[in-house]
């Protein structure tokens, strides 16, 4: 009976001990609570800078932050830097040679150029990879260096005529691009006659030209500043 007691008290001690042991074991296997989740940030909006020669290290300096200089070609994200973007990129025998990378023109170039805004001739209007059509990022900007050592005022001369070639170039594209803008329905046609396109136009052509021969004009200065060997 003695032996029959112990059983009885060690049985009731189990017993006593189950609900604590049921307790625990559920608290272990309930979830954890769960983190609030928090939207991922959209991801960065890069451009592309590329660079002529390729061997060029280029910086960037904007209004807000600045990339140190890293061989190209290398993404910038000009939205953190903040705009306008100052892209500089250098190399042995060429003068440090500076694309500014303004915002893409939105809603359309027309229209930006009749707003008096900047625009950068040898960036892309296409958006950056990824971004929705009404970014302002644009996806590639490309940086000519200038060089500034020749054998000879010939070769000096063409080499400068294929540069300014090259950005007149990109030049007449943006005005046949705005061209295009003017001759959509929707443009206002205030200001138009037989002779004349409207005045929204005349502006955005006004705009681009002073863009134009301004920047043509500070490749002419980089064309005198060259020297011979």
Request: proline fraction near 11%.
């Amino acid at each position: 009976m003695a032996r029959h007691g112990r059983f009885a008290v060690h049985l009731a001690m189990i017993l006593r001990l189950i609900p604590s042991a049921l307790a625990i074991l559920l608290s272990a296997c309930a979830s954890p609570p769960v983190a609030e989740q928090k939207p991922a940030p959209p991801p960065p909006q890069l451009t592309i800078v590329e660079a002529v020669p390729t061997d060029a290290r280029c910086r960037a300096v904007g209004q807000e932050r600045r990339r140190d200089a890293q061989l190209a070609p290398l993404t910038i994200d000009p939205r953190r830097l903040g705009f306008p973007v100052e892209v500089t990129c250098e190399a042995p025998g060429y003068f440090p040679t500076t694309e500014i990378l303004h915002p893409r023109p939105l809603p359309d170039l027309l229209t930006a150029l009749a707003d008096r805004r900047q625009v950068s001739p040898m960036a892309d209007l296409e958006p950056a990879a990824g971004a929705p059509m009404d970014s302002v990022v644009p996806f590639r900007v490309t940086v000519i260096l200038r060089a500034r050592l020749f054998d000879t005022p010939t070769d000096r001369n063409a080499f400068y005529e294929g540069l300014r070639q090259a950005r007149d170039a990109r030049w007449t594209a943006l005005q046949h691009r705005a061209a295009g803008d003017c001759a959509r329905p929707q443009t206002s046609r205030a200001g138009a006659s037989s002779t004349s396109p409207p005045e929204i136009c005349r502006r955005a052509y006004n705009r681009l030209r002073e863009q134009r021969d301004a920047d043509l004009q500070r490749l002419e200065i980089d064309r005198r500043r060259a020297s011979f060997r």
